[in-house]
């Protein structure tokens, strides 16, 4: 494993307060040895060559863990022997408890009940702790800072953090070393927009497409209006539960809005459709919001080119309702 920097967690922003390209570059080199090279795959659909990112196959199962090693990296001593506490419906909670583990440092994950199995099981094989919540009356970012406030903690949000955007946009620096021609657009599942905001830092020369499930389409809805929308309260839910989020923040919005990123959103159908693609046609096992992308592009929501990438970002599936939707 590579020898890991602790530093301050201070981030020297760049234009309008957000983080940069340059420092998702220091990112890079800050987890070098703590995430591995995911696969970029060839694809043809609808009769165009495009580009397939891998990130189910990142170690825990999606690119979470490229934000939150490089969150975790930077903590000094005291906080690292205080710990940390993140909340997550899984995959956050799988990269966070890896990275925890891996550093020495403990830590607490706040979980919804409803949270999969898979998520659930490979977060406490890590080692972290876990504190159930509801999903409806309860408030996980209160739970969360309360819990932290009451051990000296540091919370560790899954998008609403500058370290933890930029180190999702690693993976946008690897796919261009990866990639045999110029990156011209990105398509990108999106929940609260850290891995979509990382990726424009990274490939500022590529359009940028975030993907949601309808309903919870708020960062289409908000990058549509000029200013940040929440989900309707009376959302029905979603098979993504991975992109279930209500309300994206001010550092992803920025990013996106800035760089010019629009939305499109995609059907329970849509995403079903992609998981049973990516099983029987790629031979993946993809979550349905890391399939999210994927349906967009399967379904003509997005304009597929040369030069276009795929996102595909989480694997973690409860192995009997895979195998129910792909049957």
């Known amino acids: 494993m590579a020898h890991v920097r602790t530093a301050s967690a201070k981030l020297l922003m760049g234009k ?38 891998c990130e189910s196959l990142q170690t825990g199962g999606s690119f979470k863990l490229r934000g939150a090693s490089n969150r975790l990296a930077l903590l000094n001593e005291a906080e690292r022997r205080a ?14 408890a890896i990275a925890a583990r891996r550093l020495g440092i403990p830590a607490t994950i706040v979980m919804p009940a409803d949270a999969p199995a898979p998520k659930v099981a490979g977060t406490r094989e890590q080692g972290a702790d876990i ?12 739970i969360s800072h309360a819990l932290a406030a009451e051990r000296g903690a540091v919370v560790v949000p899954s998008f609403d953090d500058p370290h933890i955007i930029v180190g999702q946009g690693t993976a946008g620096l690897e796919l261009l070393s990866q990639c045999p021609e110029p990156v011209r657009r990105i398509i990108v599942c999106c929940g609260g927009g850290g891995l979509a905001a990382g990726l424009a830092l990274a490939v500022p020369e590529a359009e940028i497409v975030v993907v949601e499930p ?47 990123a629009t939305g499109v959103s995609v059907s329970e159908d849509d995403v079903r459709a992609a998981v049973r693609f990516a099983w029987h046609e790629l ?45």
């Open 214 to 260: 309808e309903g919870w389409d708020d960062m289409r809805r908000s990058l549509e209006l000029g200013h940040i929308v929440p989900v309707p309260a009376d959302a029905r839910p979603t098979a993504c539960d991975a992109l279930q989020t209500p309300l994206v923040s001010p550092l992803t919005f920025g990013v996106l809005q800035a760089r010019g």
């Open 16 to 53: 309008d307060n957000l983080p940069t390209r340059e420092q998702v570059v220091e990112a890079g080199e800050r987890i070098r040895g703590l995430v591995v090279e995911t696969p970029l795959r060839p694809l043809r659909l609808g009769g165009h060559a495009v580009w397939l990112k």
């Open 283 to 327: 031979g993946l096992v993809v979550e349905p919001g890391g399939a999210a992308a994927l349906a967009a592009a399967l379904a003509g929501k997005v304009t597929l080119e040369a030069g276009t990438v795929v996102m595909v970002t989480g694997g973690n599936m409860d192995p009997a309702t895979h195998a129910a939707w792909v049957a």
């Open 131 to 142: 504190v159930f919540y509801d999903r409806v009356s309860e408030d996980r970012v209160a």
């Open 83 to 96: 710990g940390v506490v993140a909340f997550s419906s899984g995959n956050h909670a799988q990269g966070v």
